[in-house]
């Protein structure tokens, strides 16, 4: 059975590669740098050298006179082609404190009513440091309104 033509991709290999040659060269004309010598051995183990790892070998590999200068244009080609991850910022804090409206309307409700099991859950929940979820902060407000608001306390 015939498979369709643009079923299988196949990956275009330089005939020639340009990365390695510059390496062996590099490792043959200082096989004491052993900076490329780690350059050499894990592009050998991994199949290619990340941006920042081509740009230092550019950096070296530019330094020795006997490596030809369209090899370097083509490293240089290959550096400008990879594409430059960049790290996020951090996420910046705000500076003032948030002001904390649950804990004084507790406080509050529990001056009249110190017995009220469910706003001293919110009590206990508010010293432990964990934020009211929203049906909790609607459940206070609606308590706040009834015992506190309404009865002109």
């Known amino acids: 059975m015939k498979?369709?033509?643009g079923k299988r991709k196949e990956v275009n290999?330089?005939?020639?590669d340009?990365?390695?040659k510059?390496?062996?060269m590099a490792n043959n004309l200082r096989p004491k740098a052993a900076f490329i010598s780690s350059l050499l051995q894990q592009y050998r183990e991994r199949g290619g050298l990340s941006k920042k790892q081509l740009e230092g070998l550019y950096s070296k590999a530019s330094k020795i006179e006997e490596i030809p200068v369209a090899l370097?244009?083509?490293?240089q080609a290959i550096i400008l082609k990879k594409q430059t991850r960049h790290k996020s910022d951090l996420p910046v804090k705000p500076t003032e404190p948030e002001v904390d409206v649950e804990l004084p309307m507790i406080e509050k409700i529990l001056?009249?009513?110190p017995e009220h099991k469910q706003v001293l859950f919110f009590k206990n929940k508010?010293?432990?440091r964990q934020p009211l979820s929203a049906t909790e902060k609607e459940t206070l407000n609606r308590f706040y309104k009834m015992l506190i608001v309404q009865k002109g306390y």
């Open 3 to 5: 498979g369709f033509p």
């Open 13 to 16: 290999e330089p005939a020639i």
């Open 18 to 20: 340009v990365i390695l």
């Open 22 to 24: 510059i390496l062996t």
């Open 72 to 75: 370097l244009a083509t490293l």
């Open 111 to 113: 001056e009249k009513y």
């Open 126 to 128: 508010k010293f432990a």
